[in-house]
């Protein structure tokens, strides 16, 4: 992300340098013509939603009769009389865990494959990308139940019984689904490992540096900033899995809630049990923990990511 | 000198090369099989589903598509696929105009408040969908449209889809200001210049966004889930759910082929449009 942002900050500077007055008062009226779908988005459809989640989640709320103020009861509950609040808490802390490092680190490797090859590079490339798209859809979650589940290919092959129906061994299942789908992140990665200039393995290899040494003093350096990116992306939509965990577990979140992550409990709470001040203080705190989360990974960023240009200008 | 160490180095560079193939191959080929369990499932008698490691049936049962086409609860294919088809289309026309147009405000209009702006709208590309999501069912609720395709459409003509926004923003940012700036100094206003010069020059950020537009809303899940009910309403995505509840092996064979003819759509969009979807996703990420 910051790679990303970091740029239109730096890009601004050169439009403020041309000061003219009257063109400019007239492109205002114009750009808020051009921005007045996403402000009227923006203001209804997130600002106020936001506003009113947070206001809910103070509420017993069933969506018939009014709101009613409950003070913290919601966030009190879900901290201490919850223990299935927990429980989906934990299961999706494993999920981001197991999934998030497996899946950035076959990108990476498969990345690193692909970046030396001359032929068949494009072929892999889109090979390697489709289950990034397919991977999404219920279709796919559907062959995963039934190739996890007794009798499936996996029992078949391994003799380790049906994953679906063995508590340890479901969230597992949710988990590779998802490392299936490392060709996005693997992209992202080839595209930055394109752009490291070659003079930099050049003056290493000059001053004697063998292959793992230029991984290690080259690679990752200048990758850090695609890493950091690929990093903050994937565990925020980690946290959010939602439709593999529905698919596997038949949209109940078993075998003992095992595979009840924050999202589906969060819908068993709203829509299927009507609470949605719970729900909404559910969501709330999904927010903050991102948001925590995204904080913590950007000041740690500062020791291991790289930016070229801030030692160039 | 140059060419004699090249040619030594050669032959084991061309070892290492084939291992790389082999490797790639092997990890494609483990990558693949849940693309090709599904294929052959769709085709299998009900008694081969289960318990046969065989990727291949003793004989192509035809008639699981022929169940698949009968539909799910009394409702057609052609029914699921056209309410899927709308939904997509309207999200890909949405998506596709109103992100543009905030686009080019955030990319080249000045206004006040630009920056704070600009910094909200990043900062949603990260906003959890949940943290929005009751509230917006309560307003579309409310307005008693729930239970129709507005909700699903609606924020899309909306820009509420801040990814994409960006993704344009960052594509027009490298298109050259001196066009623009030529096109002014002959009285062209900002709403020309956005149709006629900066807008056909945004074609391939365009593409991209229609194209992810149109596979992720085909593949969405979550939110159809909580809008839609009647199952004449149902798009293929939530009628393969109500294959999730029954799970009887006689359902095996259909529910696979029903799967193969939700997945369709995004393989040819896939195999249409590949190089406009990798090369979106790796700019998206690094452009600037």
Not at chain 1, 271 to 282: L, N, R, T
Not at chain 2, 158 to 180: C, D, H, K, N, S
Not at chain 2, 283 to 288: D, F, R
Request: some cysteine.
């Amino acid at each position: 992300m910051t790679t990303t942002t970091a740029i239109p900050a730096g890009k601004k500077r050169a439009p403020a340098a041309t000061p003219k007055r009257h063109p400019k008062r007239e492109r205002e009226g114009a750009a808020w013509v051009f921005l007045s779908p996403w402000v009227l988005g923006a203001s209804v459809l997130t600002l106020l939603p936001m506003a009113v989640s947070l206001y809910l989640s103070f509420t017993d709320y069933n969506l018939f009769d009014p709101p009613h103020w409950v003070g913290l009861r919601n966030y009190t509950q879900m901290f201490t009389e919850d223990p299935r609040y927990w429980r989906s808490v934990l299961t999706t802390v494993t999920y981001v865990v197991i999934a998030v490092p497996l899946q950035l680190a076959l990108a990476l490797l498969v990345a690193l494959a692909l970046k030396s090859m001359k032929r068949g590079k494009a072929f892999y490339r889109s090979a390697f990308y489709a289950p990034s798209l397919l991977g999404a859809s219920m279709s796919i979650a559907l062959v995963w139940r039934a190739v996890f589940n007794d009798g499936g290919t996996v029992d078949n092959l391994f003799g380790t019984g049906g994953w679906v129906n063995r508590p340890g061994w479901a969230l597992l299942a949710v988990a590779l689904l998802t490392v299936w789908q490392f060709g996005a992140p693997m992209v992202i990665f080839l595209a930055g490992l394109q752009q490291i200039p070659a003079e930099l393995y050049e003056a290493a290899a000059v001053d004697g540096a063998g292959r793992w040494r230029q991984f290690v003093s080259v690679t990752v350096p200048m990758l850090s900033p695609v890493l950091f990116f690929n990093l903050v992306l994937q565990t925020i939509q980690a946290f959010q899995v939602f439709t593999p965990a529905f698919a596997v577990s038949a949209g109940k979140g078993g075998p003992a809630d095992s595979t009840l992550v924050y999202t589906m409990y969060l819908y068993d709470r709203g829509f299927v049990a009507s609470h949605m001040g719970y729900a909404s203080a559910m969501a709330w705190v999904l927010l903050l923990v991102i948001g925590v989360v995204t904080a913590v990974l950007f000041r740690t960023s500062r020791s291991w990511v790289f930016y070229a240009s801030e030692g160039d200008r | 000198m140059t060419s004699m160490s090249t040619a030594a180095a050669r032959k084991p560079v061309r070892w290492s090369r084939v291992a790389l193939h082999l490797g790639c191959l092997a990890a494609l080929l483990v990558m693949l099989y849940p693309l090709a369990w599904l294929l052959a499932t769709s085709l299998k008698p009900a008694d081969e589903v289960i318990a046969s490691l065989d990727l291949l049936p003793s004989h192509l049962e035809w008639s699981n598509y022929r169940t698949a086409f009968g539909g799910v609860n009394d409702v057609s294919v052609w029914r699921l696929l056209s309410n899927s088809l709308l939904i997509a289309g309207g999200a890909v026309l949405g998506n596709v105009i109103s992100c543009s147009l905030a686009a080019y405000a955030f990319a080249r209009l000045r206004f006040r408040f630009r920056g704070p702006m600009f910094a909200f709208m990043i900062a949603t590309i990260m906003l959890p969908h949940h943290a929005i999501l009751i509230p917006q069912y309560i307003i579309f609720n409310q307005l008693g449209l729930v239970n129709t395709y507005w909700p699903l459409i609606l924020p899309k003509f909306l820009a509420t889809e801040a990814f994409f926004v960006f993704l344009i923003v960052q594509f027009m940012r490298g298109l050259p200001r001196e066009l623009e700036e030529a096109a002014r100094i002959d009285g062209c206003g900002p709403f020309r210049s956005f149709f006629q010069i900066v807008l056909p020059l945004t074609r391939p950020a365009l593409i991209t966004t229609a194209i992810f537009t149109f596979i992720w809303t085909w593949n969405d899940f979550f939110t159809q889930l909580i809008y839609l009910f009647d199952p004449d309403k149902f798009t293929l995505t939530l009628a393969l759910r109500s294959f999730v509840d029954a799970s009887s092996q006689s359902a095996f064979g259909p529910m696979f082929a029903m799967s193969v003819i939700a997945l369709l759509p995004i393989v040819l969009f896939f195999l249409a449009f590949q190089r406009f979807l990798v090369e979106g996703m790796a700019s998206s990420g690094l452009k600037g």
